[in-house]
């Protein structure tokens, strides 16, 4: 039977400030490797080294935003459901994704010299129903 007292309510609303950090370590990681991986397959910049330095302000933005998100979720939901909790904090990072892709994943009007990546400057493994 699960433990419903205050103390271990507050116990696993705590959870979110140990996780939230280095879950936002690793999903800033992956979301700036397909931010470059975006980049890359649609030659967009100089060249890979150089998009480098413009994907690292990227990656401490995302891990402070999916950070203060897992944090969040866990700090509302933790209390009552870690699952619920860690299925919120998947989704708010797979839609802060989203975002950082649509603002950053291919500007509208850079010229795309790749005919993959035309006409809406997407990458071709980018899903087709999910619009930039």
Known sequence: MEDTSGDAQAGRRLTGCAIGPVAGVVASYAGTTMLG??????EIG?????????????FFG????ISVLWILSFGFLGGRSMAAAFVVS?????????LMMSAFGAPS???VSVAECSPDNA?????DWLPL
């Open 109 to 111: 009007g850079y010229p």
């Open 37 to 42: 991986r975006a980049w890359n397959d649609c």
């Open 123 to 127: 990458p071709a493994w980018w899903p």
């Open 90 to 98: 998947v989704l708010a990072t797979l839609g802060t994704y989203w």
């Open 62 to 65: 995302l891990w402070l935003i």
């Open 46 to 58: 100089v060249n890979a080294s150089a998009n480098f330095f413009s994907l690292i302000p990227v």
